[in-house]
């Protein structure tokens, strides 16, 4: 059974940093593009970043980039986030998914295995 479960989500001030983690089971981690997505209240989700099987190719949407890092870990079958700089829009649920696609996508539609998200604030 594929279990994706994230964890490090919390409260933070505005410029603070978190990782969040993604811990899969249940499928061949290392064959599988991941992603990180977020849904703020009363909005779609939407994507965050997303990194290939390998970890050496990742994308970021574009009001994130230079703040947060995408990153791997195939031998412990987990996915991280690390978020500098935080703002109060940064503000959501996140969600680590995992899809057939090697490259990963910036495509909700393309995951076929989600994670029950964590939460992140950030306080102004």
């Known amino acids: 059974q594929v279990r994706l479960v994230e964890s490090g989500g919390g409260l933070v001030q505005t410029g603070g940093s978190l990782r969040v983690s993604c811990a899969a089971s249940?499928?061949?981690?290392?064959?599988?593009?991941m992603g990180w997505f977020r849904q703020a209240p009363g909005k779609l989700r939407e994507f965050v970043a997303r990194i290939s099987r390998t970890g050496e190719y990742t994308s970021y949407t574009e009001s994130v980039k230079g703040r947060f890092t995408i990153s791997r870990d195939n031998a412990q079958n987990t996915l991280y986030l690390l978020m500098n700089s935080l703002i109060p829009e940064d503000t959501a649920d996140y969600y680590c998914?995992?899809?057939?696609?090697?490259?990963?996508?910036?495509?909700?539609?393309?995951?076929?295995?989600w994670g029950r998200g964590t939460q992140v604030t950030v306080s102004s």
């Open positions: 998914a995992a899809t057939q696609q090697g490259l990963g996508s910036s495509r909700l539609a393309d995951y076929e295995y």
């Open positions: 249940g499928y061949m981690f290392s064959e599988f593009g």
